[in-house]
C-alpha cells in the first residue's frame, strides 16, 4: 500500500485572517477530459540536495556577520570605555544603538526582499556593512563618530537574518523547514559564540580597531562567493527553482534575476505597505510569539554585556579569558538550535503519521516552547544570585549556557512557525519579530548596569527572569 501524502495547506491561519481569496495549490491537478488520472504534483523545490546545502552554507555564513559584530565587541567594552574617556553606561549605548537598528532595518531590507528578489538586498545590505567596518577601522576616535557608524554597520548587518528566513521558506518544504532553519541559524548563533572569543583574542593581543578590520576581512570572503555562487531564490521570481538547477553553480553577477515563471502558478505579494504590517500583528499568535522572544532575548542579552563586568570585577578574569568564557552560553546556543529544530520537525511529522486526512498547521510547533521558556528562565535566575554570592565560576558559566539553551530552543521554534505562517512573505514575518526582539535588547543593555547598581545582581536578575515568566 503506499502512502498517503502529506496535506500542505494552501491557506495558513495567518493567510486567511490577510486574504479574502487565495488560488489553492493544495491538490493535484487531473489530466484533460477522459482521463480521470492525476497529474503529479512539482517538486516544491526542483534544486538537488547538493545544491540546496550549497546555498543554505552560503547564506548561514552571510548570517554570521551580524550577529558576530554585535558580540566581537563586547569583550572590548572596557578598553573603549578607556580609548573614548566614556562611561561604562555610555559605551552600553553604543550596543543598544546597534541593537536597536537591528531591530527596525530588517522590516526594510526584508519587505523589499519578498517583493523584488533576495540576491540584490543581500550584496547591497553587505556592502554597506563592509564599508562601515573599514571606516570604524581607520577613523581616528570621537564618540560620534563611533555612534553613527555603529547605526550605519547595524543597518548592513540588519538584513542577514530575515533574508535567510526567506531563502530556507523558498528552497525548503515546510516538514524540513525546522531543521533547515537550524542549520542556517548557526550563523547567527556562531556568532555569539565566536564572537566574544574573537573580540578578547584581538583586543588583549592587538587593538580594538582591529576587531572591525578582521569583520570586513572576513565579511569580503563571502561577499564574493555570494556574488558569483549564490542564484536568485525568490518563489515568485523563479518559481521551484528548475531554471536555477540547468545553470551552473558559478555564474557571471546579475544585478536582478527576470522572472521565469507564470505569476498565476507563483504570484507576486503586493508591494510593502506600513498597513500590511499592521495586519500581520492582527493575528495574535504572532504578536505573541514575537513578544516572547523579545523577553528571552532581552534577559539573554543583559547577561551577555555583564558577563565582562561580573568575570572581571568578581572574578579577576582578563580579557581574553572572558572571550574564552563566552564559549558556555555560545556552544549551548549552537546545540539549543540543532536540537529544537530536530524535534520540532520529528513532533510535525508525527502529526502527519497520525492524522494523514489533516493539514499540519503552523501552530502546532507553538507548544514547544514551553520546555525552553522554563530552562531559560532558571539560567537567568541562576546566573544573577550565583555571581551575587560570588560562587564558583564554573557554576555561573552552567548558569549562563542554561539561560542560552532555553533562548535558542524558542528562537527556532519562533522562526519556523512565522516561515510557514504566511507563505508569500516569510522574511518580513522574521523581520517584524525582530522588531520586537532588537529593541527589548538594546533597551536590556542600556538599563541592566544602572539596575544592578540599584537592586544588586541577584535581585536584578530575579526581575527579568520574571519577567519572562509574565
Same mark, same amino acid.
Given at each position: 500500500?503506499? %502512502? ?19 488560488? /489553492? ?61 566614556? /562611561? ?7 550596543? /543598544? ?47 560620534? !563618530? ?10 548592513? !548587518? ?135 522572544? !523579545? ?51 520529528? +513532533? ?18 507553538? +507548544?514547544?516552547?514551553?520546555?525552553? %521558556? ?28 542554561? !539561560?542560552? &539553551?532555553?533562548?535558542?530552543?524558542? &528562537? ?10 504566511? +507563505? ?47
Amino acid at each position: 500500500m503506499a %502512502m498517503a501524502e502529506e496535506k500542505i495547506p494552501s491557506n495558513t491561519a495567518v493567510e486567511v485572517l490577510l486574504e479574502k481569496s487565495i488560488p /489553492s495549490n493544495g491538490t493535484a491537478a487531473t489530466s484533460p477530459a477522459g482521463n480521470s488520472k492525476p497529474i503529479p504534483r512539482p517538486p516544491y523545490s526542483a534544486l538537488s540536495p547538493n545544491r540546496q546545502r550549497f546555498i543554505l552554507g552560503i547564506v548561514t555564513a552571510a548570517g554570521f556577520f551580524g550577529p558576530l559584530a554585535g558580540n566581537i565587541y563586547l569583550p572590548a567594552l572596557p578598553a573603549l570605555q578607556l580609548a573614548f574617556h566614556t /562611561s561604562a553606561t555610555t559605551i552600553n549605548a553604543t550596543v /543598544s544603538a546597534f541593537m536597536g537598528v537591528l531591530a527596525v532595518a530588517p522590516l526594510f531590507w526584508a519587505s523589499q526582499a519578498d517583493y523584488a528578489g533576495r540576491k540584490p538586498l543581500y550584496m547591497v545590505s553587505l556592502m554597506i556593512f563592509i564599508v562601515a567596518n573599514i571606516l570604524l577601522a581607520a577613523l581616528p576616535a570621537n564618540l560620534a !563618530a563611533l555612534f553613527v557608524l555603529r547605526i550605519v554597520q547595524g543597518f548592513g !548587518a540588519a538584513s542577514v537574518l530575515s533574508l535567510g528566513a526567506g531563502t530556507v521558506a523558498d528552497i525548503t518544504e515546510p516538514k524540513k523547514r525546522a531543521s533547515a532553519m537550524s542549520i542556517v541559524l548557526l550563523g547567527p548563533q556562531l556568532g555569539p559564540v565566536l564572537g566574544p572569543l574573537l573580540g578578547g583574542a584581538i583586543t588583549g593581543s592587538a587593538s580594538w580597531r582591529w576587531t572591525f578590520g578582521f569583520l570586513a576581512i572576513a565579511c569580503f570572503g563571502v561577499y564574493v562567493v555570494l556574488v558569483f555562487c549564490l542564484p536568485e531564490t525568490l518563489r515568485s521570481i523563479v518559481g521551484n527553482g528548475a531554471t536555477i538547477e540547468s545553470s551552473r553553480w558559478i555564474t557571471r553577477p546579475r544585478w536582478r534575476q527576470p522572472c521565469v515563471v507564470d505569476p498565476a502558478k507563483f504570484p507576486k505579494p503586493p508591494p510593502p505597505t506600513l498597513l500590511s504590517l499592521v495586519k500581520l500583528l492582527q493575528y495574535p499568535p504572532i504578536t505573541i510569539v514575537s513578544l516572547n522572544s !523579545a523577553i528571552l532575548f532581552a534577559a539573554y542579552y543583559a547577561m551577555a554585556v555583564t558577563f565582562p563586568l561580573f568575570l572581571e570585577g568578581i572574578y579577576g578574569f582578563t580579557t581574553a579569558e572572558v572571550g574564552v568564557a563566552y564559549l558556555a552560553p555560545g556552544l549551548s546556543l549552537v546545540l539549543g538550535s540543532l536540537t529544537s529544530g530536530r524535534i520540532s520537525d520529528y +513532533h510535525r511529522s508525527l502529526y502527519v503519521k497520525r492524522n494523514p486526512d489533516a493539514p499540519p498547521h503552523p501552530e502546532r510547533r507553538l +507548544h514547544l516552547q514551553i520546555p525552553g %521558556m522554563l530552562v531559560s528562565l532558571s539560567g537567568i535566575l541562576m546566573y544573577g544570585w550565583l555571581c551575587h554570592f560570588h560562587v564558583h565560576v564554573a557554576s555561573v558559566l552552567v548558569a549562563s549556557a542554561l !539561560a542560552a &539553551f532555553g533562548m535558542t530552543w524558542v &528562537f527556532i521554534t519562533t522562526t519556523s512557525y512565522l516561515t510557514e505562517s504566511f +507563505h508569500k512573505t516569510p522574511a518580513t514575518l522574521v523581520a517584524l519579530a525582530g522588531l520586537f526582539r532588537n529593541p527589548a535588547a538594546a533597551v536590556a543593555a542600556a538599563v541592566v548596569n544602572p539596575l544592578v547598581d540599584r537592586m544588586g545582581i541577584g535581585w536584578c536578575f530575579t526581575g527579568l527572569s520574571l519577567l519572562e515568566f509574565g
